[in-house]
């Protein structure tokens, strides 16, 4: 399919696009749009009520509002992270709202404030505060939201300060991954490293952050199922992780 203007868009600011990470159907991906009104509008897949905008309507080919859980438009979002079946968005105060995963509607995150960077990965969430530190949530059988592994029975874990990050400035989320952008250029990462996603041959997964052995000063970062990539401050770009499909960039075919 060619490109294609979304109706009803004209004044976006920030953008996302999420989906299954292991996605067998094309089909189950959605995207979010931050409206230069500071609301937010989401169209696509909504079998997990990751569009935020209530019914219950499996699929919305339009954008459609994003509202909080008591019916109020979602507002004063800056931006927007979208993970594989739920959205997290930051708002002015600094406050995290997220939405989907069965969810009824964009809720505040509780135990969430001062965040100047949000990020959405496989079923996980992270937050980067003003302080410097890193806040994770959600699925941790990996390692991917920091702490303590979870135990039988379990699959996920609430609010969690991520041990061993400081000056964080951003931070992303993969399939079951997370890294930090720090102060000094630096790169730490944490969750699963089957595939090298955390650019360490150290260990299988590490809940601990482990700091990415790249050589270069790091200005921004993207991850994505199993592989990280980061932007230096030469204009270069660095990838570790899957290269499965190329991804990584090393000329595989």
């Known amino acids: 399919m060619p490109p294609r203007d979304v109706p009803?868009?004209?004044?976006?600011v920030a953008l996302a696009a999420g989906g299954l990470v292991e996605d067998e159907d094309p089909s189950l991906g959605f995207t979010c749009a931050v409206r230069g009104g500071d609301?937010?509008?989401?169209?696509?897949d909504n079998r997990s009520g990751q569009l935020g905008a209530g019914g219950d309507a499996e699929v919305r080919g339009e954008p459609a509002e994003v509202f909080d859980a008591d019916g109020f438009p979602l507002r004063g979002v800056t931006r927007v992270a979208a993970g594989e079946a739920h959205v997290c968005a930051l708002d002015e105060r600094g406050d995290v709202w997220c939405w989907g995963d069965?969810?009824?509607?964009a809720v505040r995150k509780q135990g969430v404030s001062g965040a100047i960077d949000v990020a959405a990965g496989g079923r996980h969430s992270c937050a980067a505060l003003g302080t410097g530190e890193v806040l994770c949530w959600?699925?941790?059988?990996?390692?991917q939201s920091g702490g303590r592994f979870v135990s039988d029975g379990e699959?996920?874990?609430?609010?969690?300060?991520?041990?061993g990050v400081a000056g964080a400035r951003a931070v992303v989320a993969g399939g079951r991954h997370?890294?930090?952008?720090?102060?000094?250029?630096g790169v730490m990462c944490w969750g699963?490293?089957?595939s090298g996603q955390l650019g360490t041959e150290e260990a299988s997964l590490s809940s601990t952050p482990v700091r990415a052995a790249l050589g270069v000063r790091a200005t921004a970062l993207a991850a994505g199922s199993e592989h990280t990539c980061?932007?230096?401050?030469e204009g270069g770009v660095s990838c570790w992780g899957s290269d499965g499909h190329g991804q990584v960039g090393t000329g595989r075919e």
């Not at 069965?102 to 509607?105: E, H, I, P, T, V």
């Not at 980061?230 to 401050?233: K, Q």
Request: with cysteine.
């Open 102 to 105: 069965g969810a009824a509607g």
């Open 230 to 233: 980061a932007l230096d401050d």
């Open 138 to 143: 959600g699925w941790n059988l990996n390692g």
């Open 8 to 12: 009803g868009l004209g004044d976006v």
């Open 178 to 185: 997370s890294c930090a952008l720090l102060d000094d250029g």
């Open 192 to 194: 699963s490293n089957q």
């Open 155 to 163: 699959d996920s874990v609430g609010v969690t300060r991520v041990e």
């Open 39 to 44: 609301t937010v509008a989401c169209w696509g």
